[in-house]
């Protein structure tokens, strides 16, 4: 199971910090993904981080603004979010899985949290 948690309220051009946990389960050698859905809107990727490298992936929305990582021996992923805008008002769901290659896809992903939502107000 994940959570997913640090949404809220913030002005445009803030910043905030979404975190997620895991329970029975490490993050550790996993695909990692954010996604988030906006109200009357279809869910969309933000990042993801590959699992055999690393390697990470920005959606073009969020690119310069918006950092994943995740911190194995605390088994957290994060999602540092910058300079917010309004159009990122959402909530958003972190995901996981074993999947190797490409991690953008949300079909591929097992493991979903709640959700948490970030409300930006301009």
């Known amino acids: 199971q994940l959570q997913a948690s640090g949404g809220g309220l913030v002005q445009a051009g803030g910043s905030l910090r979404l975190s997620c946990t895991a329970s029975g389960f490490t993050f550790d050698e996993r695909a990692i993904g954010w996604f988030r859905q906006a109200p009357g809107k279809e869910r969309e990727g933000v990042a993801c981080m590959s699992s055999n490298d690393d390697s990470t992936h920005y959606f073009d929305s969020v690119k310069g603004r918006f950092t994943i990582s995740r911190d194995v021996d605390k088994n957290m992923v994060y999602l540092h979010m910058n300079n917010l805008k309004s159009e990122d008002t959402a909530v958003y769901y972190c995901?996981?899985?074993?999947?190797?290659?490409?991690?953008?896809?949300?079909?591929?992903?097992?493991?979903w949290g709640q959700g948490t939502l970030v409300t930006v107000s301009s």
């Open positions: 995901a996981a899985d074993l999947l190797v290659g490409s991690c953008v896809s949300e079909y591929d992903y097992e493991y």
